[in-house]
C-alpha cells in the first residue's frame, strides 16, 4: 500500500479522511499515529485486512476511533474492493461472509467494547437484509447514527458530532462542524 503524505501547512490534523466518489466506491485512509509529532502520515484502508492492521497495531487509538476505522473498513472493502465484491457475489450465503470479516476484524482489539458494540449494531442490520439487498447500506450506516444522534445540517453535509475519548486529540474523531466525509 502506498501511504498519502499529508502536506505541513494548511492542513488540519485529521484522525481519518472518508471520500465518498459519486461512482458509489469509496476511500479511506487513517493517520498513523505511531509516526507522531515528528511525521504527519495517512496510510489507506482498501479492505478489513487494513482496517484490522491499523487498530491492531495501534496505528489509530482511542475507543470511538477503533469503532469507526473497522465499520469504514468493512464498508471500503465491501463497496469498493473488486475482489472482495467478486467474493460477495460468489458467497453460497453473503450474510455469513460478511458476519466472518466483521469477527475478523473484532479480533484485532478484543478488548475494545466500543468494536463489538459496532460489529454488533451492523450485524442488526445485516440480519434485516439491508446490507445484502443495498450494497449502499455499509457507507451510510456509519454516517446514518451520527445523523440521528448530532446535529447534522443537510444542506451544508455538515455535522456537529463530538465523540469522547479520555487520551483526546487525534484519538478521537470529532472536528466540530467539519464535513462528515472527504
Not at 466506491?25 to 499515529?33: G, I, Y
Request: aromatic share 6%.
Amino acid at each position: 500500500n502506498q501511504s498519502i503524505m499529508a502536506s505541513s501547512t494548511g492542513d488540519n490534523l485529521r484522525s481519518l479522511i472518508f471520500k465518498l466518489e459519486g461512482n458509489g466506491t469509496a476511500s479511506f485512509s487513517v493517520l498513523d499515529q505511531l509516526l507522531l509529532p515528528h511525521e504527519t502520515k495517512y496510510v489507506p484502508v482498501e479492505n478489513v485486512e487494513d482496517a484490522w492492521d491499523a487498530i491492531r497495531s495501534m496505528r489509530i487509538r482511542g475507543a470511538p476511533l477503533i469503532a469507526i476505522v473497522a465499520v469504514l473498513g468493512l464498508s471500503v472493502d465491501l463497496t469498493s474492493n473488486e475482489k472482495t465484491k467478486k467474493e460477495l457475489e460468489d458467497a453460497p450465503d453473503a450474510k455469513e461472509y460478511i458476519y466472518e470479516k466483521m469477527a475478523y476484524l473484532q479480533t484485532s482489539r478484543p478488548t475494545a467494547v466500543n468494536l463489538f458494540n459496532a460489529m454488533e449494531e451492523l450485524k442488526a442490520i445485516v440480519q434485516n437484509d439491508a446490507l445484502v439487498t443495498n450494497p449502499q447500506i455499509p457507507i451510510h450506516a456509519p454516517t446514518r447514527r451520527f445523523r440521528q444522534s448530532s446535529h447534522w445540517h443537510p444542506r451544508r453535509r455538515r455535522s456537529t458530532i463530538a465523540t469522547h475519548c479520555r487520551r483526546g486529540g487525534v484519538h478521537s474523531p470529532r472536528r466540530v462542524g467539519a464535513p462528515l466525509w472527504g
